[in-house]
């Protein structure tokens, strides 16, 4: 919970009522590594927040895994319009290590936005970080070749590049997996 609570206020000030509601409808579960959090087809039910591990977001197409999110440690993830609307979600989420998630549900999300004077205010911008985020990736698809975005990633997240498999990774960065193979052999640290 203290992972949670020291996100959200890097962000916003939060009353002592604030804390003592996310700590009420914030529930802690520990995931094993392989864990399927989500199919397509199914609903989503929960926000999560990852508080320890790796999770993956993906789509299969015609059999072949596409890795659209690599989760790290303190962030937030859902499969958001599905969760939002109420719809069957197109991706699956899915634990690449051991993982300590703190998750939300539907009806509690909306008693926590009726009962918070964060929590609104809070969404909106952990979604526009995120929406940002997709943007940078879409651009870095479109002017930084291969290598640039293996760099970009490695230093940007050491942590998901020494503990995500390979095909994961070339997958997320849209690259076929002996071409990163080739790509790391002329890297030197």
């Not at 959200?8 to 409808?25: A, G, N, P």
């Not at 969760?83 to 008693?111: G, H, Q, R, W």
């Amino acid at each position: 919970m203290k992972n949670l609570l020291n996100y959200i206020q890097s962000r916003f000030t939060l009353t002592e009522d604030d804390i003592r509601l996310v700590e009420h409808y914030f529930i802690t579960e520990q995931v094993s590594a392989n864990t399927m959090l989500l199919e397509a087809g199914k609903t989503e039910h929960y926000v999560y927040f990852l508080s320890e591990g790796i999770v993956k977001g993906y789509l299969n197409i015609d059999g072949k895994i596409v890795v659209q999110h690599l989760v790290p440690e303190h962030d937030f993830f859902t499969s958001l319009e599905s969760f939002m609307s109420e719809t069957p979600a197109p991706d699956y989420y899915e634990t690449v290590t051991d993982c300590k998630l703190l998750k939300i549900s539907k009806p509690d999300y909306n008693l926590l936005q009726a009962n918070s004077s964060f929590w609104s205010n809070f969404i909106k911008t952990v979604t526009n970080e995120h929406l940002n985020c997709k943007l940078e990736r879409v651009k870095d698809f479109q002017v930084l070749t291969a290598k640039q975005r293996y760099l970009k990633f490695i230093e940007q997240q050491p942590n998901l590049a020494l503990n995500v498999s390979i095909d994961n990774i070339a997958s997320f960065l849209g690259i076929e997996p002996q071409s990163l193979s080739r790509i790391r052999k002329q890297i030197t640290f």
